[in-house]
T-cell receptor, first 113, second 111 residues
Framework: DTGVSQNPRHKITKRGQNVTFRCDPI?????LYWYRQTLGQGPEFLTY????????KSRLLSDRFSAERPKGSFSTLEIQRTEQGDSAMYLC???????????FGNGTRLTVT | GENVEQHPSTLSVQEGDSAVIKCTYS??????FPWYKQELGKRPQLIID?????GEKKDQRIAVTLNKTAKHFSLHITETQPEDSAVYFC??????????FGTGTSLTVIP
């Protein structure tokens, strides 16, 4: 068990560009969550999957954000036409089933210039 | 949706003293309440959790209490040490759905 892995660790992009992040959960975990965290704030929910099914997406989430988990293993989070307000740490977490504790990855820090 | 409030936002204690962080939640159906510790530049890590069928849980120097009637839960750290310095987040979840997090408490333990 190597824990939750996220790539890349850092991403700097120019406004208007598209970016994609990857998350590899703990192998036996069927739930995968994406959160966004800005300085001084708690993690803000974006979306989560059970296996390959996307069960919930935050109402606050712009349609520029999309996430996939095609085979129920790794997941990708894409942000299209990035804006400066998208700059944040994007955290992925996984869990074994409903109501199980979350195990977080180290995050991808996005900076939009 | 659920709303989790956390207080205080910053807390400084002398080494060896106790620290208490409080959270309130709005959805009475929430039934799982974990606490996470996040050191600077690192991932949040689970330190203790409690489910709604239990009023208190303890693990060495860390304890969590839950008052379902009042809809609040608290983290208690006794005999604090400098390595306890970090940001602590509470969270609430119901029926195995998403987790809602508090805004965090930055704890500083002064040697």
């Amino acid at each position: 068990d190597t824990g939750v892995s996220q790539n890349p660790r850092h991403k700097i992009t120019k406004r208007g560009q598209n970016v994609t992040f990857r998350c590899d959960p703990i192998s036996e975990h069927n739930r995968l969550y994406w959160y966004r965290q800005t300085l001084g704030q708690g993690p803000e929910f974006l979306t989560y999957f059970q296996n390959e099914a996307q069960l919930e997406k935050s109402r606050l989430l712009s349609d520029r954000f999309s996430a996939e988990r095609p085979k129920g293993s790794f997941s990708t989070l894409e942000i299209q036409r990035t804006e400066q307000g998208d700059s944040a740490m994007y955290l992925c977490a996984s869990g074994q089933g409903a109501g199980a504790p979350l195990h977080f990855g180290n995050g991808t820090r996005l900076t939009v210039t | 949706g659920e709303n989790v409030e956390q207080h205080p936002s910053t807390l400084s204690v002398q080494e060896g003293d106790s620290a208490v962080i409080k959270c309130t939640y709005s959805d009475s159906a929430s039934n799982y309440f974990p606490w996470y510790k996040q050191e600077l530049g690192k991932r949040p890590q689970l330190i203790i959790d409690i489910r709604s069928n239990v009023g208190e849980k303890k693990d060495q120097r860390i304890a969590v209490t839950l008052n379902k009637t009042a809809k609040h839960f608290s983290l208690h750290i006794t005999e604090t040490q400098p390595e306890d310095s970090a940001v602590y987040f509470c969270a609430a979840s119901k029926a195995g759905n998403q987790f809602y997090f508090g805004t965090g408490t930055s704890l500083t333990v002064i040697p």
